[in-house]
């Protein structure tokens, strides 16, 4: 039987070859009214804050970094998880963020379910109190989610190049037409090959609590190993 490390390994495969019309049809979701809404706020280094959070005006506040990664992040109302994706096509990072995403979700909210001991709760995100893969609950779950881009109803949590600091890049998306999204003053993101352009797309995934609680991760996951 593989180990945990190779099946969560796995979970990537396939993803470089992604159809990029494929990978466009899971980055554009519409929006249902209810969803929530979030704004981009300084934080508090004094506090030990990153330099930017997400608030949801809720309590929740998710932050801008590294740190936002294999966190299941939760509201009153929701459960939220943070993907990135790099490559040189523009679609397919966006593909792998939400994949990323989404695998974070499930991975997360089945330990949680079922071996909350092994989770510690720090700032409103559930997180492994020992980083290793040996700890996670495997299998699969239908989850009745969403990509989910929170900022002014824009396409991305965050856009940039390989060089962007932290997890939050320059903020493209909307416009006009041809616009397309940007890197600040940088001018139009690739949407073909670059050798020496990577681009770096990041993005949330979101299930509604009303559509699923930990009972429901309970009766409907496919465990293979806890």
């Known amino acids: 039987m593989e180990n945990r ?6 979970l990537g495969v396939g993803i470089a070859g992604m159809a990029a019309a494929r990978a466009a049809d899971a980055v554009f979701p519409h929006l249902n009214d209810d969803s929530p809404k979030a704004t981009v706020v300084k934080g508090d280094p004094a506090k030990g804050e990153p330099a930017m959070l997400l608030d949801f005006g809720d309590g929740l506040r998710v932050p801008c970094d590294k740190s936002a990664f294999l966190t299941l992040f939760e509201s009153k109302t ?15 990072a966006q593909g792998e963020a939400v994949l990323y ?18 989770l510690v709760n720090l700032n409103g995100g559930w997180r492994l109190k020992v980083q290793d893969t040996n700890n996670y609950v495997l299998g ?10 929170p900022i002014n109803d824009s396409q991305f949590t965050g856009v940039g190049d ?26 139009p993101l690739p949407t073909g090959p670059n ?12 299930v509604m609590k009303k559509d699923c609680d930990l009972d429901y991760v309970r009766s409907r996951a496919q465990i293979l190993l806890r």
């Open 195 to 206: 050798l020496e352009l990577m681009v770096d797309a990041f993005t949330s995934y979101i």
């Open 162 to 187: 390989a060089n962007s600091p932290g997890l939050i890049g320059p903020i493209g998306g909307g416009g006009g037409a041809g616009t397309g999204p940007t890197r600040g003053n940088a001018g």
């Open 140 to 149: 699969d779950i239908q989850l009745p989610g969403k990509p989910y881009w």
């Open 78 to 92: 929701f459960w939220l998880t943070v993907g990135a994706g790099r490559s040189s096509y523009l679609q397919r």
């Open 101 to 118: 995403a989404l695998g974070a979700m499930k991975l997360l909210l089945m330990t949680l379910a079922f071996t909350p001991e092994r």
């Open 5 to 10: 490390r190779t099946i969560i390994a796995s």
